[in-house]
């Protein structure tokens, strides 16, 4: 069965910081798809970013990027120059290859805060 | 509009109202979704339409009942709910070829009294 994991449940992290959201995964699958979802307070998810099972590269979105190790079945998020409005829940999620729909399922969340 | 909205915002009803949420999408996207969101867990899927045929029930209690006319509206019916029913519902588009990400409206805040 697939499974998403996010081990930190919180983390505090100083403006301009970096800071890395850890999230592994299971799966069978050989392909497969990785985001990350950012939650604000107002409770919308925002799509951040993908990586796809098959990409070669790591997936970069301005300051966003997902540290993506496939042997370990790992897929980290990374925000460089962490700012105030960052602060939000971030969800790691995984979509399989076979499905008709594209079903995601959702890890547990990390929530993040960053102080000024 | 742009996006995917949600209406209401935030709903209060008691254990014997009907009551429904609406989703509308402007994306042209072809699936559309409706998540719980209850505090403490993680994001459940309920139902999925691909084409307007609901091609996932995940064992969701027929008290919640979806609709989905065309493929940029989607409903969820509620009838009967109970005090645990309270929580976020989200609703979610997306393409049935590509990545596959979806996107989210803002959701819809309901208090089943």
């Known amino acids: 069965a697939q499974k998403i994991t996010q081990t930190q449940p919180g983390m505090f992290v100083q403006e301009k910081e970096a800071v890395t959201l850890d999230c592994t995964y299971d799966?069978?699958?050989?392909?497969?798809?990785l985001f990350w979802y950012k939650q604000p307070s107002s409770g919308e998810m925002i799509f951040l970013i993908y990586?796809?099972?098959?990409?070669?590269q790591n997936a970069t979105e301005g300051r966003y990027s997902l540290n993506f190790q496939k042997a370990r079945k790992s897929a980290n998020l990374v925000i460089s120059a962490s700012q105030l409005g960052d602060s939000a829940m971030y969800f790691c999620?995984?979509?399989?290859?076979?499905?008709?729909?594209?079903?995601?399922?959702f890890g547990s969340g990390t929530r993040l805060s960053i102080r000024p | 509009e742009t996006g995917v909205t949600q209406t209401p915002r935030h709903l209060v009803m008691g254990m014997t109202n009907k009551k429904s949420l609406k989703c509308e999408q402007h994306?042209?996207?072809?699936?559309m979704y409706w998540y719980k969101q209850s505090a403490k867990k993680p994001l459940e899927l309920m139902f999925v339409y691909s084409l307007e045929e609901r091609v996932e029930n995940n064992s969701v209690p027929s008290r919640f009942s979806p609709e989905c006319p065309n493929s940029s509206h989607l409903f969820l019916h509620l009838h009967t709910l109970q005090p645990e029913d309270s929580a976020l519902y989200l609703c979610?588009?997306?393409?049935?070829?590509?990545?596959?990400?979806?996107?989210f409206g803002p959701g819809t805040r309901l208090t089943v009294l």
């Open positions: 799966t069978s699958d050989q392909s497969y798809g």
């Open positions: 999620a995984m979509r399989d290859g076979y499905s008709s729909a594209s079903k995601i399922i």
């Open positions: 979610a588009s997306s393409l049935m070829t590509g990545n596959g990400e979806q996107f």
């Open positions: 990586q796809g099972s098959y990409d070669e």
């Open positions: 994306l042209g996207h072809n699936a």
